[in-house]
């Protein structure tokens, strides 16, 4: 079986700028009635269970780590980007779990 659906967000301390594109992903996704992904925000340090994980998209508030195996984006946007980048970037996240997703 495998897992389900996750959006992991990332940044230094797991308390402002991952937490704000959690809400501003699940805002999106509770407007839309999508219920099948779950969103998590998290401590870079905290983020090792996670490595390797399936049907994970990782949302990187700091640096992304191409080491770190998973599809990843660069979620400044949702800091610094206009209503319509974060939209973009709400619907690029989307669009690679889709592509990545094994039921």
Request: glycine share 8%; with cysteine.
């Amino acid at each position: 079986m495998s897992a389900s659906k996750l959006i992991l967000c990332v940044c230094g301390a797991g308390i402002n700028t991952s937490l704000n594109a959690k809400n501003r992903i699940m805002d999106h996704l509770l407007k839309e009635g999508v219920t099948d992904i779950e969103v998590v925000h998290a401590m870079i340090g905290d983020i090792g269970p996670y490595k390797g994980r399936e049907n994970m998209v990782v949302v990187w508030m700091t640096k992304i780590d191409p080491t770190f195996g998973s599809p990843a984006v660069q979620g400044l946007p949702f800091m610094i980007g206009s209503k319509k980048a974060k939209e973009a970037l709400i619907q690029e996240i989307l669009q690679k779990m889709d592509e990545i997703y094994v039921p």
